[in-house]
């Protein structure tokens, strides 16, 4: 079993940055892959970042490439995304999640345990 709990959103403007985190418990956190999504009102929760166990690959959507930063420290067992030159459009929920199996997944029926979300707000 894993609880993961994220922290880190807010309210920043347009070109502004910010950095989540998602703590996790349990002794198996470093065999999980991890993954970061959003979620906006009235749209479906969609795929942002994702790291394999070890932090060797990664994986972004194309919304996002270039702009924000998935990395993770299995000693500490906590996940992070660095956001940076946020957009009004980046404004959602934010949901980290773990699954069990070593491949990163792209849609979140693929994913075991999820936070209870943060929220992010860009302004324009």
């Known amino acids: 079993q894993v609880q993961l709990v994220e922290s880190g959103g807010g309210l920043v403007q347009a070109g502004g940055s910010l950095r989540l985190s998602c703590a996790a418990s349990g002794r198996t956190f470093s065999t999980y892959t991890m993954a970061w999504f959003r979620q906006a009102p009235g749209k479906e929760r969609e795929f942002v970042a994702g790291?394999?166990?070890?932090?060797?690959?990664?994986y972004y959507a194309d919304s996002v490439k270039g702009r924000f930063t998935i990395s993770r420290d299995n000693a500490k067992n906590t996940v992070y995304l660095q956001m940076n030159s946020l957009k009004p459009e980046d404004t959602a929920v934010y949901y980290c999640?773990?699954?069990?199996?070593?491949?990163?997944?792209?849609?979140?029926?693929?994913?075991?345990?999820w936070g209870q979300g943060t929220q992010v707000t860009v302004s324009s």
């Open positions: 790291i394999s166990w070890s932090g060797g690959s990664t």
């Open positions: 999640a773990a699954r069990r199996l070593t491949v990163v997944a792209g849609t979140p029926t693929q994913y075991d345990y």
